[in-house]
């Protein structure tokens, strides 16, 4: 069976943008979905980090250490992608922050949560 030059050519170009893609969402890069982020954010974090994320959810009164005001420029802007991907994932405590803050890894996956780290970025920087 002979394949076109034309078709290797493609599926190359596919293929490199696909990686490129994948290399992009690791590292929190633009491929992140804010809006699902969003969505993702309502459903788990509100409680705690409030409707419009600045820590003073429903939860809030009642915990030890207050949550973290999402909508504060200056703290959210010293915390890298990767520091907030982390605390998602595995917790506060993954990132010497409060053991109240727990990890979100068996209800979002690694994409979901690069997903809220971008509505999070939207939310205190934009």
């Not at 076109?4 to 170009?13: D, E, F, Q, T």
């Not at 309502?42 to 009164?61: E, F, M």
């Not at 915990?63 to 200056?74: A, E, I, K, M």
């Not at 010293?78 to 520091?83: H, K, N, Q």
Request: proline fraction near 3%.
């Amino acid at each position: 069976m002979r394949v076109s030059p034309a078709i290797v050519s493609a599926g190359a170009l596919l293929g490199a943008s696909m990686l490129f893609a994948g290399a992009s969402h690791a590292s929190g890069g633009n491929s992140a979905n804010a809006a699902n982020g969003k969505a993702l954010y309502q459903t788990y974090c509100v409680q705690c980090h409030g409707v419009n994320g600045d820590g003073k959810g429903i939860n809030a009164p009642h915990l030890s250490v207050q949550p973290r005001n999402h909508t504060d420029r200056t703290e959210m802007s010293a915390r890298t992608d990767e520091d907030l991907f982390k605390a998602i994932k595995e917790g506060g405590q993954a990132v010497n922050k409060s053991v109240l803050m727990p990890n979100w890894d068996g209800n979002m996956s690694d994409e979901e949560i690069h997903d809220v780290v971008a509505y999070l970025r939207e939310l205190c920087c934009k």
